[in-house]
C-alpha cells in the first residue's frame, strides 16, 4: 500500500525550463528526504527535512530547491533544468533521531526528461 | 565522508543455488545502522533488511545479512536462489541520526530458470 504520494509520476520539458515535483506521506514521519537516480541507477541524497528544517543539503546545484511546508509535505523545484538533470527523483521518508536505524519508504519516483 | 562498495554490478544465478552480494563500507560514525533494500523493476526501492548489532544474524524474506565491524562488512546471502528474486540490490550505511542514507552502487541480481 502507498504511503509516499509523488506527484507527476512523468515529466518532459525543454532545457532552461521550470519544473515542480510533490510529495506527502501519510506514515506520520518527521523526516523527508529527495533522492536523486540517475540513468546508472545511482541513488544519492539530495535533502532531508525533519519537522519544516533542513538538515541534510548535499552537494546540488542552486537551481535545486526543495520545499516543506508541514513535515508532511516536501516539494522539488529546479529553476531553470539542464539535460544532467533528467533522472528518476524518489522521495521518502521516515522517522529520525532513533539512532540510525530508521527505515525510509520510498515513492513511486518522478522520471524527469529534459529535452 | 561515509562510503559504500558493492564490488559485482551484475550478479548471475541459476535458480536454486545460492547467492551472495558483497557490500563493504568505511564510515566514521561510531552509531551506525545498515540495511539491504531491494528495486523491482518500475518500482520504489524498498527495505529489505536492516542491523545495527555487531556479528548479529539477520533474516527476512529468506535472505540473511551479519553486520562485521572487523571487517567492514554487510554481505546479502540466501541459499536458494528464486526467479522471482531478480531486481537491484542497495547496501546502505545510516548516518547515526538517520537524516541521511548513503547507498552503494547497487548489484542487479539475475536469477535464471
Known amino acids: 500500500e502507498t504511503a509516499v504520494f509523488q506527484t507527476p509520476n512523468y515529466h518532459v520539458t525543454q532545457v532552461g525550463n521550470e519544473v515542480s515535483f510533490n510529495c506527502k506521506q501519510t506514515?506520520?514521519?518527521?523526516?523527508m528526504y529527495w533522492y536523486k537516480q540517475d540513468s546508472k541507477k545511482l541513488l544519492k541524497i539530495m535533502f532531508s527535512?525533519?519537522?519544516?528544517?533542513?538538515?541534510v543539503n548535499e552537494t546540488v546545484p542552486r537551481r535545486f530547491s526543495p520545499q516543506s511546508s508541514d513535515k508532511a509535505h516536501l516539494n522539488l523545484r529546479i529553476k531553470s533544468v539542464e539535460p544532467e538533470d533528467s533522472a528518476v527523483y524518489l522521495c521518502?521518508?521516515?522517522?529520525?533521531?532513533?539512532?540510525?536505524?530508521?527505515?525510509?519508504?520510498f515513492g513511486s519516483g518522478t522520471r524527469l526528461t529534459v529535452l | 565522508g561515509d562510503s559504500v562498495t558493492q564490488t559485482e554490478g551484475l550478479v548471475t544465478v541459476t535458480e536454486g543455488l545460492p547467492v551472495k552480494l558483497n557490500c563493504t563500507y568505511q564510515?566514521?560514525?561510531?552509531?551506525?545502522?545498515f540495511f539491504w533494500y531491494v528495486q523491482y523493476l518500475n518500482e520504489a526501492p524498498q527495505v529489505l533488511l536492516k542491523?545495527?548489532?555487531?556479528?548479529k544474524r539477520t533474516e527476512h524474506q529468506g535472505f540473511h545479512a551479519t553486520l562485521h565491524k572487523s571487517s567492514s562488512s554487510f554481505h546479502l546471502q540466501k541459499s536458494s536462489a528464486q526467479l522471482s528474486d531478480s531486481a537491484l540490490y542497495y547496501c546502505?550505511?545510516?548516518?547515526?541520526?538517520?537524516?541521511?542514507?548513503?547507498f552503494g552502487t547497487g548489484t542487479s541480481l539475475l536469477v535464471d530458470p
Open positions: 564510515t566514521t560514525y561510531l552509531t551506525i545502522a
Open positions: 546502505a550505511l545510516s548516518d547515526n541520526m538517520g537524516y541521511k542514507l548513503t
Open positions: 506514515l506520520g514521519h518527521d523526516t
Open positions: 542491523s545495527s548489532t555487531d556479528n
Open positions: 527535512y525533519n519537522n519544516k528544517q533542513l538538515i
Open positions: 521518502a521518508s521516515s522517522y529520525a533521531g532513533q539512532g540510525g536505524a530508521e527505515t525510509l519508504y
